[in-house]
C-alpha cells in the first residue's frame, strides 16, 4: 500500500491501517457514521473524533468540503485509499465515501495515539 495524500499532507501506510482498525473497533464497541451526507453532520455538530475519507471517491466534489470542515472544528482526519477498503472497514458489504467516528469504544489509546502522529505530518508538510 502507498502513502496516501490529499494535496495536503500524506498518511503512511501504517497510520492508513491504524485508521481501519480504530472505524473496526468504534463500529463494535463504539459508534461511527458512515457515508458523506452522516460524516459531515457529524463534523459540523462537533461529535466527530476522527473522519476518514476515501481517497478514490469521484468526482471528488462529493468529498472535497470534509477536510475543510475538519480543520474548522479542529476534528483529525486521515484519507484512506479505497472505498471498498473504507466500507469493508464500516462493516459494509459494498464501498463507503467517508466514515466519522462518534465514539471509540475500546480504542482510545489507539486515537489518542492516531491523533499524535496525523498532527505531526500535518504540520510537517
Known amino acids: 500500500m502507498k502513502p496516501m495524500s490529499n494535496g495536503k499532507f500524506?498518511?503512511?501506510a501504517e497510520l492508513v491501517e491504524k485508521?481501519?482498525?480504530i472505524i473496526e473497533?468504534?463500529?463494535t464497541t463504539g459508534k461511527i457514521k458512515k457515508g458523506t451526507?452522516?460524516?459531515t453532520k457529524?463534523?459540523?455538530r462537533g461529535k466527530a473524533k476522527l473522519v476518514a475519507i476515501a481517497n478514490d471517491v469521484?468526482?471528488?466534489e462529493v468529498v472535497m468540503h470534509l477536510p475543510i470542515l475538519a480543520d474548522e472544528k479542529s476534528i483529525v482526519y486521515a484519507f484512506v485509499p479505497t472505498k471498498k477498503e473504507l466500507g469493508a472497514a464500516?462493516?459494509?458489504g459494498v464501498g463507503c465515501s467517508s466514515v466519522a467516528v462518534m465514539d471509540v469504544g475500546d480504542g482510545k489509546a489507539?486515537?489518542?495515539?492516531?491523533t499524535k502522529k496525523l498532527a505531526a505530518l500535518k504540520k510537517a508538510d
Not at 110 to 114: E, T, Y
Open 110 to 114: 489507539a486515537l489518542n495515539d492516531l
Open 10 to 12: 500524506e498518511v503512511p
Open 90 to 92: 464500516a462493516g459494509l
Open 19 to 21: 485508521v481501519l482498525q
Open 42 to 44: 457529524a463534523i459540523e
Open 25 to 27: 473497533k468504534a463500529r
Open 58 to 60: 469521484d468526482p471528488k
Open 37 to 39: 451526507n452522516e460524516t
